[in-house]
């Protein structure tokens, strides 16, 4: 009789322990590069193990892993050749635009644009809420003034016959007005949350350890605001009236009436990032260097960006002078002389 085969003892984990012990490959820490670094890893570069602290060139790990095929080309081929001198010339030559700004000018830039944007949006909520009030406000009068009319003064001086049934349907239609005002949900979005604007949206800037805040400015420089807006507003309706009547001395520099105008306009142009609401720093996160210098970059470039807009809109009446000076420049030419 043969005799039974003999059974190979079997661990605990489910592994026959007599068959041969395949080494386990080493496990690779991974490697972090830069996302501005493009130059290639060469061969050379070394991968560290953590667990066995073994040494594993680049090469052998590429061997190593089956389901990775390289074809390794030529060192004297035309295309990298190319690559190399274009690699090259991308490192020789220096960074333009928004790259070669530091980093703490790219923060401050988003910043800008960030703070723009919200008072933008500061600016829109605050004509909508006083559009409204000021809507409410004439229904809540011509309501109460028609009501005393009816109701509350002499019947002798009242109005009768007919003007009275009138005025009582105005009435009833002005507080159905009023009525459906409230009970529509306008009240809520077009008063209650533009006051609330601020609180809600620092709310959602908490994150980026920013915070929204109103500029606090004293009444000798509220009147002069005023005046220079109601001004602009003023004199934006002369330039509309003007192009209306006169298209032709729209942006025209020898109608002295459309410089005087637009100089008017370019000098009653509001303050910008003075009088509405500025972008502040988180104390607790940011350091004071780096408050002040936000602070100082905030303030160069809004004192210049209003310079700016002012001199964009004489634009048109600094051609003639250039023009001018060109001429004048520019060598007379001289008549050839008859022989």
Known sequence: MDSAPSLSPVSSDGYDSS????PKPALLSPITTSSTDTTPLSDDFALYDSDQASHL???DARQASPTRKRVKKKEGSPTSKKKSSRRKSQASQPGSGYSSVP????IFRNLLILEESLRGQVVEQRALRRKYL?????LCSLIAGISHHLYFIDPEMSSKGTMRVILQFILIALMVTLLLYHLS???QKTIVLPRK???STNKGLRQLNVRLMKIKTSWSDEVPDLLREVSLVFITYCLNTLHFVSPKSKN???SKLEVFLVTCQSQCQPRIGVTDVKLVLNARVFNTDI???????RNEFWIKEGIRRRSRLLEFTKEKSERSRRDRTLPVPVAPTET
């Open 252 to 254: 025209n520099r020898h």
């Open 19 to 22: 068959a041969p012990a395949t």
């Open 103 to 106: 980093a703490a000018g790219k």
């Open 291 to 297: 408050r002040e210098g936000w602070e100082v970059y």
């Open 197 to 199: 604007f601020l609180s």
């Open 134 to 138: 000021t809507f409410l406000a004439v």
């Open 185 to 187: 949900g306008e009240y």
């Open 57 to 59: 060139s680049l090469s």
